[in-house]
């Protein structure tokens, strides 16, 4: 099957969604940088789920509905255009839900942002259930943006398991470089997940440390070959936890981009893991890359 470059994937439009809750606005605002260093119009959405309600809500209800929510995105628009004046930005209102009026709206180049968490549910909650729906259905870039904004640390972290995740890597080459930030790469593994090798385990360690770095190792020569004027750095590392790991490492990254997997002996949770835990708990936004 034919791959999309990723260097569409890096420059197309970006779509952010809003509910006007907290967590909404520094998505929005995070979007609408990342547009404009894309030179590329933000588009605001909000989904009303209007149509999931199998059409018991009164006409009066919906056309009030419908205004609030209208309100919703000119709000964000204007904080969109606060921070970056001279940003296109475009709005629409769906009576879909939020995941897939966002999904919708991306197309199949754009780049999905979302808040860590939205006016539903508990204030304990660590990322909504928009924010993982849209991750773990897209076939586009979702960055969650977790947290108020921090100050600029001028690294860009990228979690790699395998080769299979150069694209991903690219991906974050490309926000680094336009961003001026250096990228790192960072390998995290446990022997937990090898432990139902027969091999002793002494050999086991040396077989998976050795495979870990020389992935690395080639993932690190490609894109230093794509990329000649960025400053790369690689570690790999045998941790308790490769989640552990890339938060910790993400309290001095400016964006964590992370592979997608899906996790398929945990119903009810696609997304891998690792991943799944990522974006709960990271220090800094988490872009999840379609795998």
């Known amino acids: 099957m034919a791959t999309r470059p990723v260097s569409g994937l890096a420059d197309g439009p970006v779509v952010v969604g809003t509910d006007g809750s907290a967590g909404a606005a520094p998505a929005v605002l995070w979007a609408a940088e990342e547009a404009a260093t894309r030179n590329q119009p933000l588009h605001i959405v909000h989904g009303t789920d209007i149509d999931g309600w199998g059409g018991t809500v009164v006409p009066d209800a919906v056309r009030r509905l419908l205004d609030s929510a209208s309100s919703l995105v000119d709000e964000a628009a204007k904080q969109a255009t606060d921070r970056v004046p001279d940003l296109a930005v475009t709005t629409a209102v769906s009576?879909?839900?939020?995941?897939k009026s966002l999904l919708q709206a991306a197309g199949e180049d754009g780049t999905i942002v979302v808040g860590s968490r939205g006016l539903g549910g508990f204030a304990?909650?660590?990322l909504g259930s928009v924010g993982l729906k849209v991750a773990a259905r897209a076939h586009v870039p979702v960055v969650v943006v977790r947290g108020p904004e921090q100050p600029a640390k001028g690294v860009v972290l990228v979690g790699v398991r395998d080769e299979a995740d150069l694209p991903a890597v690219r991906f974050a080459a490309t926000m680094a470089g336009r961003r001026k930030a250096s990228l790192r790469l960072l390998s995290a593994w446990t022997l937990i997940q090898y432990l139902e090798s027969t091999a002793p385990?002494?050999?086991?360690?040396?077989?998976?440390?050795?495979?870990a770095a020389t992935a690395s190792t080639r993932i690190v020569g490609a894109v230093r070959e794509e990329f000649p004027g960025l400053t790369v750095s690689d570690d790999v590392v045998q941790v308790p936890s490769p989640a552990g790991a890339l938060v910790e490492a993400s309290a001095h990254?400016?964006?964590l981009v992370m592979g997608a997997r899906t996790h398929t002996h945990a119903p009810g949770a696609p997304l891998g893991r690792v991943t799944h835990a990522v974006l709960h708990h990271a220090h800094c936004p988490v872009a999840v890359f379609p795998r």
Do not use: G
Not at 95 to 99: N, W
Not at 204 to 211: G, T, Y
């Open 95 to 99: 009576q879909e839900s939020a995941a």
């Open 124 to 126: 304990a909650l660590l």
């Open 201 to 211: 385990m002494i050999e086991a360690v040396r077989e998976v440390a050795e495979a």
């Open 253 to 255: 990254a400016d964006l």
